[in-house]
């Protein structure tokens, strides 16, 4: 292309992120899109792979890992979002209809690549589906919480057992956390999505380092440090290396179309190496403060192990406040508070940018009203969180999918198909498939930002071969 007609395209999807909405100020469009990445997983996941892996050398690995896959492949994403200001199918399509390329790939799959941003959209409903479950989950222990319960469970295993497998109750919180999810949504992007992440995010933020700090005062403080920040290299085997580069991959949501939709809203002078920069070392602090709250409170506490797996959250925990805060039950009320406060707000800073991928495409798609959309989103989720919540009870005994019940299979063919195969796509369609000329004018914002000259070859490198490579190896040792 030459200037012109550039200058007349970037004016034409300027209109259109116009007219969509955008975000209002750099601070919204960092906050709403570390919300997006900020999830669960920074949260109990990331600990638990620590604890698993070597503590300090398996973060390095893991740093590592977010610096050569994390950060490429986010840019990548916002490249596609900002350069059409469209749903992430719709950009897809965009893109490959002016931008027009008489090569062997090309001429393989003309018209696959825009599956790929539906299967983005079938992937964050069946994500939101499941991940609302837990969510209510764990909006159920800061009900407790709040109430002062989760001091005095008793057997915290046969507890949560007993809720989970209930018929009621999981429904009725699944449902609370889409209707909150839905109540953000419904608001638009400015007065929904960047307001609420502006008070979400900083809240977060805060209870962290209140947590950590109050964590550091624990008896086991000094144990629980050393074990997080000395490395154990005997640890370090090719396994740890598959670990950190899954949980650098599926924390910070790449590849299934949320972080190329809120693209979408940024406007042209947002510095896309910056910005994806910036939210993946907030992603990336998250995780590792979540650390310095974990390992000191396991340590003080004789018979935890510091590698719990996925009960940490809802046994392990639990029984830690209770026998940690047994003497000073206004300090646990707190603490326990305080911990599952925090994870539904991570929770919901997550379900708001799952739930509005769909939303904006019905809106961008079928020219149908914000509420609307929502509401249709809302709707599925709702039926398909209620199969994944009774999976755990009444349809416990239901497996249709090769032996797999809605909560499982849906997990499964999201984390071990959609999204890395979404992601090797995504790396070949921005490295190979758009023009290199494309890629360095959404890099520079159109010549205005001066950056080193390897900036550009450097991102085609990692996006043409070192992510798709390590998001291959993430497929085939998930399927082994």
């Not at 490429?72 to 002016?98: C, N, Q, W």
């Not at 639990?318 to 646990?332: C, K, N, Q, S």
Request: overall charge neutral.
């Amino acid at each position: 292309m030459n200037s012109d007609s550039n200058n007349r395209n970037a004016g034409q999807t300027d209109a259109a992120g116009a007219h969509r909405g955008n975000f209002k100020s750099r601070l919204g469009i960092v906050l709403a899109t570390a919300g997006s990445a900020v999830g669960l997983g920074n949260i109990w996941r990331f600990p638990v792979e620590t604890g698993q892996h070597g503590g300090a050398a398996f973060i390095m690995l893991y740093l590592a890992c977010v610096i050569l896959l994390g950060v490429p492949m986010m840019v990548a994403e916002f490249i596609i979002g900002r350069r059409t200001h469209a749903d992430i199918a719709t950009a897809y399509e965009r893109l490959v209809r002016e931008n027009p390329r008489d090569t062997r790939l090309s001429r393989l799959a003309p018209s696959l690549w825009p599956v790929t941003g539906y299967a983005g959209m079938v992937c964050v409903t069946l994500i939101l589906s499941y991940y609302s479950v837990v969510a209510g989950w764990i909006l159920k222990y800061a009900v407790d919480g709040l109430m002062g319960r989760l001091t005095s469970l008793g057997d915290e295993s046969a507890y949560f057992a007993e809720f989970s497998s209930s018929t009621l109750p999981p429904l009725l919180y699944t449902l609370a956390f889409l209707l909150a999810t839905h109540m953000v949504i419904v608001r638009g992007v400015q007065n929904g999505i960047e307001r609420i992440s502006k008070l979400l995010m900083p809240l977060l933020l805060v209870l962290m380092f209140v947590m950590a700090f109050g964590s550091l005062t624990m008896p086991g403080a000094t144990d629980g440090l050393l074990f997080l920040l000395r490395p154990d290299f005997s640890k370090l085997t090719p396994e740890t290396a598959l670990s950190a580069l899954g949980q650098a991959f599926f924390s910070l949501s790449i590849a299934i179309g949320c972080l190329s939709t809120y693209a979408s809203y940024f406007k042209q002078d947002v510095p896309l190496v910056k910005t994806a920069a910036n939210v993946v070392g907030v992603d990336t602090m998250v995780a590792v403060v979540s650390g310095f709250i974990i390992f000191p409170a396991v340590f003080s506490v004789q018979g935890v192990q510091p590698d719990a797996g996925p009960g940490l959250v809802f046994i392990t925990l639990p029984d830690i406040f209770e026998r940690l805060f047994a003497h000073t039950p206004v300090v646990g009320y707190v603490f326990a508070l305080m911990f599952y406060l925090l994870l539904v707000l991570a929770a919901l800073t997550s379900t708001i940018s799952m739930h509005e991928e769909v939303t904006a495409f019905l809106c961008d798609r079928y020219h149908i009203p914000r509420r609307h959309a929502a509401s249709i989103m809302t709707a599925t989720s709702m039926v398909l969180g209620a199969l994944c919540a009774l999976s755990f009870g009444p349809l416990a005994g239901f497996k249709p999918f090769f032996g797999r019940g809605f909560f499982d299979a849906f997990n499964d063919v999201t984390a071990q198909w959609i999204m890395p195969l979404s992601g090797i796509v995504l790396s070949f369609f921005v490295g190979w498939r758009l023009p290199r000329a494309l890629v360095e004018e959404e890099l520079t914002n159109h010549g205005t930002l001066k950056m080193p000259r390897f900036i550009v070859p450097t991102f085609l490198f990692l996006v043409r071969y070192v992510t798709p490579t390590a998001i291959a190896a993430i497929f085939i040792g998930q399927l082994m």
